[in-house]
């Protein structure tokens, strides 16, 4: 099992700036990938992932704006956001899949973010 604690959500108003980090716990295996999904009313999306070996994918949305990162060593990753947009506002969801021949997937808890003057 893995655990995935995520924090750094908020209210920020448009144009401004918030960053995201994920935390994964218990058994972690070495490969894998990491990202950010986000819940809007009608679907959730990918927004940001990126693997242990440094491959990284973006939502076209978010492309100049956004960037993912990671500390394999603390097994987290992190989103920065920029230029934050209203239509930005959704709940955002970290998970982790294992890189097997039979994935194993996790996601975290969810954590606000409110785009909004």
């Known amino acids: 099992q893995v655990q995935l604690v995520e924090s750094g959500g908020g209210l920020v108003q448009p144009g401004g700036s918030l960053r995201l980090s994920c935390a994964a716990s218990g058994s972690i295996f070495s490969i894998n990938v990491m990202g950010w999904y986000r819940q809007a009313p009608e679907k959730r999306e990918l927004v940001a992932s990126m693997?242990?070996?440094?491959?990284?994918d973006y939502a076209d949305s978010v492309k100049g704006r956004f960037t993912i990162s990671r500390d394999n060593a603390k097994n987290t990753v992190y989103l920065q956001m920029n230029s934050l947009k209203s239509e930005d506002t959704a709940v955002y969801y970290c998970?982790?899949?294992?890189?097997?021949?039979?994935?194993?997937?996790?996601w975290g808890q969810g954590t606000q973010v409110t785009v909004s003057s």
């Open positions: 998970n982790y899949v294992t890189m097997t021949t039979r994935p194993e997937v996790y």
């Open positions: 693997t242990s070996g440094g491959y990284t």
